[in-house]
Structure formats: structure tokens, C-alpha cells
């Protein structure tokens, strides 16, 4: 990646973007322009993410995250290198990576932060194999979406 002129500006203003969502909410702590995002994702007690897979777009080469627990009790249901899926807890400050194309969901076994490093999203779209919320998938057109094509409301 060519580093611009722009990229070495430095902000120095706090950012957050809370982005609530029928598990919880997420917490951005960086702007979606940057090559990367960190957010908090709070689950609540019994909750789960989306069982859903990070595809590619056409100038994007797909998601990978890495999560860390720092509150609560958590686990991911994620897929190993046979197509089998796995129950791992996630340890108290230690960190768990999944991959381009992998299937994982998170689950909280109480209330539970996450922090999530991740690279952008770019013009992929998040597969939502199964969906406690009847979401669809998750395109780069949702993603524009203050609430990401969920209503809170309902």
C-alpha cells in the first residue's frame, strides 16, 4: 500500500461510533477510512452473533479479525481446516484470529467486551449462514447504513 500525504496526518480529536445491534452493540474507536478497525463488541448474556463467513469483493480481499475477551465470558463456535465446527471459550486476554472465508460466531456465556481488530470490509459482504435476527448478508451498501439494514425499532 502507498502511504499518502493524508495517511501521516494525525487526528487529534476522540472518536466513537456506537452501533447497536440485536446482540448488544459495537463501539467504533476508529473512523472507517482508516486500513483497519477496532471496536468493542458488547455481547449480552445468552446472545449470539451471526454464524457468517468474511468473502471477498472485487477490490477487496475479505475481513480477518482477532478478538480479545476483557470482560464477561465468551465463546466462538468457528470452523478448523476440515470443515468442522468447534466450541473454543475464549480466554480472559487472549487472543483468537479467524480468517478470510472462515465460518465462526461469537457467543456471550454472560455479558461479555470484546475488543475486535480487524482489516476493512472493503466492498466484501459478511455471509450470515444462520442468523438469530433474520438479518440477510451484509454488503458494502448496508454497511453505509447507521444501523447496518437492522432496525432497533422493531
Known amino acids: 500500500m502507498e502511504v499518502t500525504a493524508e495517511m501521516l496526518k ?33 455481547i449480552d448474556a445468552g446472545k449470539r452473533l451471526s454464524l457468517q463467513r468474511h468473502l471477498p469483493g472485487e477490490t477487496s480481499p475479505g475481513k480477518v479479525e482477532s478478538w480479545v475477551v476483557v470482560s464477561g465470558k465468551a465463546k466462538v463456535i468457528w470452523e478448523d481446516a476440515t470443515g468442522e465446527m468447534i466450541e473454543t471459550e475464549l480466554n480472559l486476554g487472549e487472543g483468537f484470529t479467524s480468517v478470510i472465508g472462515q465460518k465462526h460466531r461469537l457467543v456471550g456465556i454472560t455479558d461479555c467486551d470484546i475488543h475486535e481488530a480487524s482489516s476493512p470490509e472493503g466492498d466484501g459482504t459478511t455471509e450470515r449462514l444462520e442468523d438469530d435476527y433474520n438479518r440477510p448478508d451484509e454488503t458494502a451498501e448496508m454497511r453505509a447504513d447507521p444501523n447496518r439494514g437492522w432496525n432497533p425499532d422493531k
Not at 13 to 34: Q, S
Open 10 to 42: 494525525i487526528n487529534t480529536e476522540g472518536f466513537v461510533k456506537r452501533v447497536l445491534k440485536p446482540w448488544g452493540y459495537e463501539d467504533h474507536y476508529v473512523t472507517e477510512d482508516l486500513p483497519y478497525m477496532f471496536k468493542n463488541l458488547h
